[in-house]
């Protein structure tokens, strides 16, 4: 009889995350006894079910960390506009620096990695471009606002995605996009809906936000880097999934500090950036948003 995996990662010094192939995880406080099976880290073979709790399981530790602060503003036309300028900065440089990774691994003779990244930073082009046609179907100046600003909340992950696909062994880069990917393959066709109805008549800005959601290409996305993760030795994978838990708290901080703005300060920060107030100016949706929902939109 074949044995189940199990897979284990470290994640803080107190927490490491422990998923079985079956799809349970749970949350182990490693100790130093000779008992305990998960002091050391794993060396064995990864499988999709495992692989994909200890991912997830590091997105929602560190989510947790900002539980009891997590703004749940209701989305506004200036929230949305805000988002999308986060969306083209958190997109406009991914093939890039995915390229800048890829060539790394070849150098280092890892050409499976190279392809996988080589593969994702053709299927991430023109990303910022949808990003900027929402906002120009929102006849709001888009160059123009995304060359004056980028939203404090989002500075850091941009970094965090730079510093990763710059190291010397990039592979946490695919923890990175994991875990914004991940975020956001849970919106759902009810929050386009809810944009859509925050939109002036007739107008279709939700490009970005279609593309990244459960209806688009990140549900595949996501499933892919699974299986890829899955097949890496357990070394990577535990770096993988460490930069995964690491990108989630520097998203949750970003994501959270974006939507504690208040309406005056976003409007402030649009009219600054294109030097001009908004063309036009709508209330609040009137149902409340989600906690997924209400998140920027990458
Ligand atoms: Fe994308
Ligand atoms: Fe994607």
């Known amino acids: 009889m074949t044995r189940s995996i199990t897979e284990w990662v470290n994640v803080t010094n107190d927490v490491s995350i422990i998923a079985r192939e079956s799809g349970e995880v749970w949350f182990h406080t490693p100790s130093s006894s000779n008992l305990d099976p998960f002091a050391t880290p794993m060396t064995g073979v990864g499988s999709p079910g495992s692989t994909i709790g200890l991912l997830d399981g590091a997105i929602n530790l560190g989510f947790a960390a900002i539980e009891k602060r997590l703004a749940r503003p209701e989305l506004t036309i200036a929230a949305y506009i805000v988002a999308l300028v986060g969306a083209y900065h958190t997109s406009v440089d991914t093939p890039r620096n995915l390229r800048r990774a890829a060539s790394r691994f070849l150098e280092l003779g890892r050409p499976e990695v190279a392809a996988y990244l080589e593969e994702r930073a053709r299927e991430e082009t023109g990303h910022d471009r949808l990003a900027l046609k929402d906002l120009r179907a929102l006849g709001v100046l888009g160059e123009r606002l995304v060359a004056n600003f980028i939203p404090e909340g989002i500075k850091p992950l941009c970094k965090r995605f ?51 959601s459960s209806l688009g290409s990140e549900a595949s996305h996501v499933e892919e880097t699974i299986t890829f993760v899955a097949s890496l030795p357990a070394v990577d994978r535990i770096s993988v999934v460490q930069a995964t838990y690491q990108s989630a708290l520097i998203m949750a901080e970003g994501y959270n500090h974006e939507l504690l703005k208040s309406e005056k300060e976003l409007l402030e920060e649009i009219r600054q950036a294109v030097g001009e107030a908004l063309p036009y100016s709508r209330g609040p949706v009137p149902s409340g948003l989600d906690e997924v929902g209400a998140r920027p939109v990458a």
């Open 162 to 212: 730079d510093d990763l696909c710059a190291e010397d062994y990039p592979i946490g880069s695919i923890g990175y996009s994991y875990c914004l990917e991940r975020i956001a393959a849970l919106k759902e066709k009810s929050d386009i809906e809810k944009v859509r109805t925050l939109c002036p008549e007739g107008v279709d800005a939700t490009r970005f936000l279609r593309s990244h």
